[in-house]
């Protein structure tokens, strides 16, 4: 069962156009959908156990967290990306770069929304359950945000982001059977 949700408005003639038409699944997330993640080999599915992992940190997440900008990206999608790139590091899948794609750039890493450098260092937690904070003595938050978006393409150095939760070095992996 699927439906369509369309946003229509009158244009300066006062005649109705849609401005937005999309397809969605009116039950939660849909298991046969497959989402578009820009990660650091490019944009690529997610699989259906890391969407389902990232709306479950929805539901984990404790809203705690009350500081720091996100360009109009709200603190859940935040908890639920870092909750997502844990699952993705421990199935050794391509961390998420960012939330939001910019169709412009290889790979859609948008800038505005980064969760990472190249090394796997989030750009918004320094534990697995505590948020990094910027405070004038670690660091510009400005400056991480443009080094970490470079880094993930080779164009700044290595490990931008300092005292970080690292995805990858903190991976528990499960022997599977």
């Keep these: ?88 590091a421990e199935n050794d899948l391509p961390l998420r770069t960012s939330y939001s794609i910019n169709p412009k750039v290889f790979g859609g890493l948008d800038m505005q929304t980064v969760l990472i450098d190249c090394v796997g260092n989030s750009f918004y937690y320094q534990s697995a359950n505590r948020a990094f904070q910027y405070n004038g003595r670690n660091g510009n938050e400005g400056d991480d945000r443009v080094n970490a978006s470079k880094s993930v393409y080779g164009r700044a150095d290595s490990s931008v982001l300092k005292r970080r939760y690292n995805y990858y070095d903190n991976v528990k992996h499960t022997k599977k059977k």
């Design 1 to 88: 069962m699927r439906n369509t949700r369309v946003s229509f408005a009158k244009n300066s003639a006062g005649v109705v156009e849609i401005t937005d038409a999309n397809d969605y699944y009116p039950f939660g997330i849909d298991p046969k959908s497959r989402a578009q993640t820009p990660t650091a080999t490019g944009l690529t599915d997610s699989p259906f156990f890391v969407s389902l992992g990232h709306e479950l940190g929805h539901k984990k997440d404790k809203n705690i967290y009350t500081e720091g900008g996100w360009f109009g990206v709200s603190r859940g999608e935040i908890f639920a990306s870092h909750i997502e790139n844990m699952i993705r």
